[in-house]
């Protein structure tokens, strides 16, 4: 849904009037949120969104970076004493440019909710959570992980982070977790959904460097979806995708019918985990037909030959008959991509959450570089990311890398990051973190025994969740740091730490496009909730290391401490003033240096390797290939549809933490659980469209309401990544490159149950 005003309309939105405004509300979110009606959007005080009774008496406005998905657009919010009481899309934010989805609507909204964590909690001797203050709970804090360290090592504490909060606080969780306590291992739920393209980035460029720019989307004549749905993941991104001029062909690679496909020139609806043989047999034909730009190949690329020997295996026919497609289809795709001007590829979680998604994604990459379409508008190869500051958690969580992408294994780079700090060396790791998945392999053979999780809830998105939730009981000291009071991890914790949200405090976010965008404290947080920011500096303080962050003092200090960080390397940002400058450019892209900034002002768009020069030693972008690995579980007599999970509607948001909270929200999208069925394969079962459906895999089994529709090919079910039952379901299996988990296929069996 979008706020869009026509070129006779003020900009102003805080007069409170709807009057010049025309309602958007595409076709795909109309087919999912019936309930959703401009009258409902703007009736005072029945959940409209965004703006409220009290909004109309806001005295003055200030902008901030929306705090959901990746996106990150620019929210204008409306301000009276000093506290928010409403927002509406900004419309000269270079993101969104007046737009939002129902999400951002709502993004102040889900903060007044009953089950915000107001106080800290500890769980008492009846394995009651009680409330208690932030003395006893800081004490108790450093007395369960430093007992824990005593008994067991100090590397049988870890941390599990994320995407969700500010990249100043990312930088402090990571220097006072490894720097300050002395944990080695400590990784981000950015493992779940971004880690695939980070690592193909790396491998490929020689730095995780996603080239685009959003404008991309409207100067391409030829735009390319591999395992992304835009169009319910990132509806702002395929609004647009649909105000591109040139009428460009759209190219779908997914094997639903997905919202996007609906609206795609061409969609190769291949079966589950061919896309990796599908993408090289359309290099193949761009070889074989003469489609390559020779000159930008031999110029800024390497391993072009053992690319073309690897790809010659994948013959259209071939290929055409393991994928389930028309040969004439994939020929005809490529062709598409060959005689195109400026082409741009765009993938997310369909390949990103694949065991071997970091080929798939490297095959991505080299169609963009075979036919010379990056570095220019309207060009390539685009991962689109999805929490709204997992690309902070990328450069700056100092997780499995070192703060601002650098290697704990490189003498050179502690070197440099103790130099900045101010620190002891010695007090660097020199070895990487276990990633994720080793961290829960460590809880489960007693490696791992005190575990701290901030915002985010595991217990709810982590593969083969039940296991996990056994595992949490295992651990001798957890501690949860959440907004919420009510998650699926907080269930578990021994201590639950209370935190403020988007909104209620400061710092920055980078978005896909590697914009970094302001947030700010509009608000007052609950109770005794706080900052992430501040509960770091307590503990840094409690522990006995406030020394080594006496120059962490808020925010903005820590964000000056990062671009020295920067300084010289790939994301340098030197040449960013502060957040002052952030809010009047409208966010700043990296990279961003002081040698940049003596030329003027940052343009607000602008691609990486326009030039032709990428991160590597040689400077060439590398070509890679590999063997094609077969999916580790596949559908057989006992287990014989292949379960796809994925995003359901444009309201839900991860583990509906914070959508359920949204009276508005609730209503466009099922409360229910479910999962879609082809008709075909309803009628076979005699299944009846809304009827109580067994879902069963080999880990588990789960009672859902059945939605058959032709979106699913037959021998196939999807269900929505929100609710907890999908994960029930899925393997336990990772990408052996990025150590993604691929939620996106697993056996499962299917049967109907009596109401």
């Known amino acids: 849904m979008s706020l869009v005003p026509p070129e006779s309309a003020s900009a102003d939105l805080t007069k409170g009037t709807d009057e010049g405004f025309r309602f958007q509300l595409p076709q795909f979110l109309q087919a999912r949120s019936g309930a959703m009606t401009r009258e409902l959007l703007l009736q005072p005080g029945k959940h409209g969104l965004g703006m409220t009774p009290d909004s109309l008496l806001a005295d003055t406005t200030t902008t901030a970076t929306c705090g959901y998905c990746a996106t990150g657009c620019g929210l204008r919010l409306h301000l009276r004493d000093g506290q928010a009481v409403g927002l509406t899309p900004e419309t000269n934010y270079p993101v969104n440019m007046g737009m939002a989805c129902p999400k951002g609507w709502e993004a102040l909204r889900v903060l007044d909710s009953e089950h915000r964590a107001t106080h800290p909690l500890v769980r008492d001797p009846s394995g009651e959570l009680v409330t208690t203050d932030w003395k006893e709970a800081l004490q108790k ?15 049988s504490v870890a941390f599990l982070s994320t995407g969700q909060i500010a990249c100043e606080e990312m930088a402090f969780l990571g220097a006072l977790a490894k720097f300050g306590m002395g944990m080695r291992h400590g990784d981000g739920n950015t493992r779940q959904c971004m880690a695939t393209a980070v690592t193909a980035y790396k491998e490929s460029f020689g730095f995780d460097a996603p080239p685009f720019t959003y404008a991309d989307f409207e100067q391409s004549d030829c735009l390319v979806f591999v395992g992304a749905n835009p169009c319910i993941g990132h509806p702002i991104m395929w609004e647009r995708v649909l105000r591109n001029p040139n009428q460009p062909d759209i190219i779908v690679l997914d094997p639903r019918r997905t919202e996007t496909a609906n609206a795609a020139t061409q969609h190769l609806q291949l079966r589950p985990k ?3 043989k599908v993408l090289y047999a359309i290099t193949n034909v761009l070889i074989a037909e003469g489609f390559v730009d020779h000159e930008f190949v031999n110029a800024h690329t390497s391993g072009y030959d053992d690319l073309v020997r690897c790809v010659r295996d994948f013959s259209v026919e071939s290929v055409a008959e393991e994928s389930g497609l028309e040969a004439e289809r ?19 979680m369909g390949v990103n959450q694949s065991y071997e998604g970091v080929r798939t994604a490297q095959a991505i990459i080299n169609i963009a570089l075979l036919t010379g379409n990056i570095g220019r508008p309207g060009t390539g190869p685009n991962s689109i990311t999805g929490q709204c500051n997992a690309m902070g958690s990328r450069l700056w969580s100092n997780t499995t890398n070192l703060l601002g992408h650098r290697k704990f294994e490189c003498e050179q780079d502690r070197m440099d990051v103790a130099d900045i700090l101010g620190i002891d060396v010695g007090r660097l790791p020199t070895e990487g973190s276990w990633a994720y998945d080793r961290i829960i392999d460590g809880i489960r053979n007693g490696e791992i025994r005190g575990l701290w999780v901030i915002a985010t809830n595991p217990a709810h998105s982590w593969i083969q969740r039940n296991e996990l939730r056994e595992l949490l009981g295992q651990l001798d000291f957890f501690v949860v740091q959440d907004m919420y009071r009510n998650t699926d991890t907080v269930a578990h914790a021994d201590l639950v730490l209370p935190a403020a ?4 405090k400061d710092g920055t976010f980078i978005n896909s496009e590697r914009r970094y965008g302001r947030i700010k404290k509009v608000k007052r947080a609950p109770g005794l909730a706080l900052a992430d920011f501040q509960i770091f500096r307590a503990i840094a303080h409690a522990w006995g290391c406030g020394d080594m962050f006496r120059g962490w003092t808020d925010p903005e200090s820590v964000f000056q401490i990062m671009k020295r960080l920067s300084a010289g390397r790939p994301c340098d940002i030197t040449g960013i003033e502060g957040f002052d400058q952030l809010d009047q450019c409208g966010g700043i892209q990296w990279p961003w240096s002081t040698e940049d900034s003596q030329r003027g002002a940052p343009d607000q768009e ?4 326009a030039d032709g020069a990428f ?10 290939v590999d063997q094609v690995s077969p999916a580790p579980e596949t559908p057989c007599d006992d287990y014989p549809f292949w379960l796809l999970t994925g995003r359901g509607s444009v309201s839900q948001w991860h583990t ?24 075909s394969d309803a009628a076979r079962l005699m299944i009846t469209n809304g009827g109580l459906v067994s879902v069963r895999s080999r880990r588990g089994e789960v009672t859902v309401r059945s ?12 269900m929505p990544m929100h609710y907890e039952e999908a994960n029930v379901l899925t393997l336990s299996h990772f990408d052996p490159h990025s150590r993604q988990p691929s939620y996106k296929d697993c056996a499962v069996d299917l049967e109907p149950l009596k109401d």
């Not at 509906?656 to 008709?679: A, C, F, G, H, M």
Request: net charge positive; glycine share 8%.
């Open 274 to 276: 061919c896309d990796l």
């Open 141 to 155: 804090f450093c007395d369960g992980f430093r007992k824990v360290q005593q008994n067991h090592g100090p590397e």
């Open 707 to 718: 939605a058959v529709t032709t979106s699913v090919a037959a021998g196939q079910l999807f």
């Open 615 to 624: 991160c590597t030693d040689d400077g060439r972008a590398k070509l890679i």
């Open 606 to 609: 602008r691609r990486l390797f």
């Open 656 to 679: 509906q933490t914070r959508t359920d909270k949204s009276p508005v929200l609730r209503k466009l999208y099922p409360n229910q659980p479910y999962i879609e069925i082809n008709p």
């Open 501 to 504: 949200g988007w909104g209620e």
């Open 330 to 348: 994939i020929r005809e795709a490529a062709r598409t991509i060959g005689r195109s001007s400026a082409v741009s590829l765009w993938w997310t």
